[in-house]
């Protein structure tokens, strides 16, 4: 059993089995935590073709209504228009073709086949959507304006 990634306490155990993952629940300070860490091959095995033809990755109304409160967000909250944007897990690229009528937009994911969707659904900047991992990209230093991970966190 791996130490907590939050306190490095010992005091883990598996709370949840799940075929690709068990789930850890730390005594010491009640972090919730997935026990062993993908690589790389396992991360993009996940994030194949298959996992984004369902669910929120189905256009419909509700995903046109997140992404316009995302976009209203980030007016709120100071980023203005014409803004450089860097979308991390930008997957198949719905919220870039959204928001780049407001900002200037580029996006990153670890899945080939969402970011070949991302590039074909937003054509004109295709090149400024990458696929790899975050540490692997190569940006200038304050070159972004806002960064965002919608819906990243939690696969983290």
Not at 45 to 70: C, M
């Amino acid at each position: 059993m791996s130490n907590c990634r939050l306190c490095n306490s010992k005091d883990v155990f598996v709370k949840y089995k799940f075929p690709a993952c068990n789930v850890g629940y730390c005594r010491q300070c009640g972090f919730v935590q997935v026990l062993e860490k993908p690589n790389k091959e396992e991360l993009l095995g996940i994030y194949n073709s298959e996992y984004f033809k369902h669910g929120k990755y189905v256009q419909d109304r509700a995903i046109a209504l997140e992404n316009k409160r995302r976009i209203d967000w980030l007016k709120k909250n100071g980023v203005k228009k014409g803004a450089k944007i860097l979308d991390i897990g930008c997957a198949t690229g719905d919220f870039i073709k959204v928001a780049k009528s407001e900002f200037r937009m580029w996006g990153v994911d670890v899945s080939e086949f969402a970011v070949k969707q991302a590039r074909l659904n937003n054509p004109e900047i295709s090149q400024q959507i990458k696929v790899g991992m975050i540490e692997e990209q190569l940006f200038p230093d304050n070159f972004f304006d806002s960064i965002v991970l919608w819906d990243v966190i939690e696969h983290l």
